[in-house]
């Protein structure tokens, strides 16, 4: 799975939009993005998925670039309770190659939502 | 919305004894993992089992450790004799098939080996 680069913090003002950059130079075609968030020691949470088109569902967006190095999650209203590390991970779909379908967790991005 | 749930939430134990994490995954969930955090660390992959039978481990998941799916609902991980360097959070996930990606994840269980 190809390496990713994230932040390792930023800052968000309650009510505004957060947009969480990740880096994925080397990913290949057959590779999505993923971002899962992982609220204060709870268990990671699944946010949105993408592989080259840009997605959006009922908690964010994600906007992936057109040569697909590097994406942006956007939450749009940021909560207080969006307070959490976000991580972008990049995998191949399916049982492809070796995998089975784990993930590799980096340090993410901690998202600090102030009031 | 089904949701993966896991017991104990927290375990006390002393070294060298014997723990089990219980799992419950989502019912048509297919593919079951297991994943750990030490406090302040990544969150690091154990282990993957489908169709009865481990399909991926990591360096971690020695012989210390193995899964097992005893009846049709509950995915456990037992660890035979803990180490100090066990404790952390063990977190389960499960997902539906080879074309759903998305893996759930349940509350974790935080255990503590004295």
């Known amino acids: 799975d190809a390496k990713t680069t994230q932040p390792t913090s930023m800052d968000c003002a309650e009510g505004r939009a957060a947009n969480l950059p990740c880096n994925h130079s080397?990913?290949?075609?057959?590779?999505?993005v993923y971002w899962y968030r992982q609220i204060h020691s709870q268990g990671p949470q699944y946010i949105i998925h993408?592989?080259?088109n840009n997605e959006t569902n009922e908690m964010a967006s994600l906007i992936i670039t057109e040569d697909r190095k590097s994406s942006t999650l956007i939450l749009p209203h940021a909560t207080l309770r969006d307070t959490a590390v976000y991580y972008c991970?990049?995998?191949?779909?399916?049982?492809?190659?070796?995998?089975?379908?784990?993930?590799?967790f980096g340090q993410g991005t901690i998202l600090t939502v102030h009031p | 919305e089904p949701e993966v749930t896991q017991t104990p939430s927290h375990q006390v134990t002393q070294m060298g004894q014997e723990v089990i994490l219980r799992c419950v995954p989502i019912?048509?969930?297919?593919?079951f993992y297991w994943y750990r955090q030490i406090l302040g660390q990544k969150v690091e992959f154990l282990v993957s089992?489908?169709?009865?039978?481990?399909?991926?481990k990591s360096e971690i998941f020695d012989d210390q450790f193995s899964v097992e799916r005893p009846d049709g609902s509950n995915f456990t991980l037992k660890i035979r004799s803990t180490k100090l360097e066990d404790s952390a959070m063990y977190f389960c996930?499960?997902?539906?098939?080879?074309?759903?990606?998305?893996?759930?994840f349940g509350p974790g269980t935080r255990l503590l080996v004295l």
């Open positions: 996930a499960s997902r539906t098939d080879i074309k759903q990606e998305t893996q759930y």
């Open positions: 993408g592989l080259k």
């Open positions: 089992f489908y169709n009865n039978e481990i399909s991926e």
């Open positions: 991970i990049v995998r191949v779909a399916g049982a492809g190659g070796t995998s089975y379908g784990k993930l590799t």
């Open positions: 080397t990913i290949s075609g057959n590779e999505y």
């Open positions: 019912s048509n969930h297919l593919y």
